[in-house]
């Protein structure tokens, strides 16, 4: 049975830094698409980043592009989502996905079959 487990969240203000985890577990990332969203009240789902199943490409938004980074630690299964220089619209509950379908296009959350449960990240002004 396929875990992602997200950690990191919080509260920070503007001009901050975060750093969030997904912990794995029944599935290996180095081998999956992994990929976060975020979801602001009211607001449809939206792609963040995402690394890919074939190396180290990886894919930003354009808001995030340049302040947030993703990586992945195989050794420890776990794929991380740094976030410098955060802006009160970064504010969302921020969501781990993962897929071991070969996908060539990384921003439909469709496109993914296994989610953790959420982290709430919050910047205040």
């Known amino acids: 049975q396929v875990q992602l487990v997200e950690s990191g969240g919080g509260l920070v203000q503007t001009g901050a830094s975060l750093k969030l985890s997904c912990a794995a577990s029944?599935?290996?990332?180095?081998?999956?698409?992994m990929a976060w969203f975020r979801q602001a009240p009211g607001k449809e789902r939206e792609f963040v980043s995402a690394i890919s199943w074939a190396g180290p490409s990886s894919y930003y938004a354009g808001s995030v592009e340049g302040r947030f980074t993703i990586s992945r630690d195989s050794a420890k299964n776990t794929v991380h989502l740094l976030m410098n220089s955060l802006k009160p619209e970064d504010t969302a509950n921020y969501y781990c996905a993962a897929t071991y379908t070969h996908i060539n296009y990384y921003r439909d959350f469709k496109d993914y079959d296994y989610w953790g449960q959420g982290t709430q990240v919050t910047v205040s002004s």
């Open positions: 029944g599935l290996t990332v180095s081998s999956a698409a």
